[in-house]
């Protein structure tokens, strides 16, 4: 069943991707992005991960996606024009890109047997909850990078609002 | 019934989606896309995390990908603010034409 999971969406995940580069409306792209999240959020929870599935769900294809396409109906933005592109994408972007895949494929695919495999079964019949270890973890070792991040959102909201008020 | 799922196809699925998100990253014209791509990017950095983190069976890759994702929140607020300002001053959301900086 875990295998089962994983091949179905990962194709999911890899097939929005695919779409998300392909399309040429960014509202097409957006939606194509909350396919891979969500996909992704399955693959986090069969991986053990209840709480960060939950909170890709909520935090990315809820509230992050929300605010890419109010953006873009905002700015009442349409189909990006054919252009050439510029020439440094396809001459070093593409086989960049390409590299940077095989690269990590050979690398994750040799170091393999080192890496071993995950056993699934486990977690998800057992239905251990995570979220008591993710919370002492959080609240004791890493309690004063937690309060870091909600300056870094206070700072990022009043930064957001300063940034996109009308100039007079 | 417990297939096992070797790790490496995990990271071999992160790497498929960090490269497409290099490559969109690359051929996009469209600002407001160029962000979505980072967000993929981001995205495939997580599964690399978690997939990690039950490798080892430990939750600290599972607080990082928590990180990630506060980091990305705030990242994306202020850079849409930022491209808002953008569109206000230059009409304009093409990537080839916001040249302000260039030399």
């Not at chain 1, 991707?17 to 069969?46: E, K, T």
């Not at chain 1, 992050?64 to 994408?89: K, Y």
């Not at chain 1, 095989?102 to 695919?109: A, D, G, M, R």
């Not at chain 2, 929140?73 to 034409?97: C, K, M, P, W, Y």
């Amino acid at each position: 069943m875990q295998l089962a999971l994983f091949l179905i969406f990962g194709a999911l995940a890899v097939a929005g991707a695919i779409n998300f580069l392909l399309q040429r409306h960014p509202v097409n792209s957006a939606l194509s992005l909350v396919v891979v999240m969500m996909s992704l959020a399955v693959l986090f929870w069969s991986l053990g991960a209840e709480f960060l599935a939950a909170a890709q769900v909520i935090v990315y294809s809820g509230a992050i996606m929300v605010l890419f396409v109010f953006v873009i109906m905002l700015l009442n933005a349409g189909e990006e024009e054919r252009t050439h592109g510029s020439r440094a994408a396809y001459i070093a972007g593409f086989p960049g890109a390409a590299a940077i895949f095989c690269l990590l494929s050979f690398v994750f695919l040799t170091e393999g047997k080192s890496l071993g495999a995950a056993q699934l079964g486990g977690y998800l019949s057992h239905a251990v909850s995570n979220i008591s270890q993710v919370s002492t973890l959080l609240f004791r070792d890493f309690l004063l990078p937690f309060e870091v991040t909600s300056v870094l959102i206070l700072v990022a909201i009043l930064g957001a609002v300063v940034l996109a008020r009308k100039e007079q | 019934m417990t297939a096992v799922v070797p790790i490496s196809w995990y990271l071999v699925l992160a790497a498929i989606l960090f490269s497409t998100g290099v490559a969109s990253f690359l051929i996009k014209r469209n600002l407001i896309t160029v962000f979505m791509s980072i967000e993929l990017m981001l995205n495939a950095v997580n599964l690399t995390f978690v997939a990690f983190a039950h490798m080892w069976h430990q939750v600290s890759g599972q607080i990082f990908v928590f990180f990630v994702m506060v980091v990305a929140a705030a990242e994306s607020a202020v850079g849409l603010a930022i491209i808002i300002a953008i569109f206000r001053t230059r009409q304009t959301l093409n990537v080839d034409q916001v040249n302000l900086l260039k030399l």
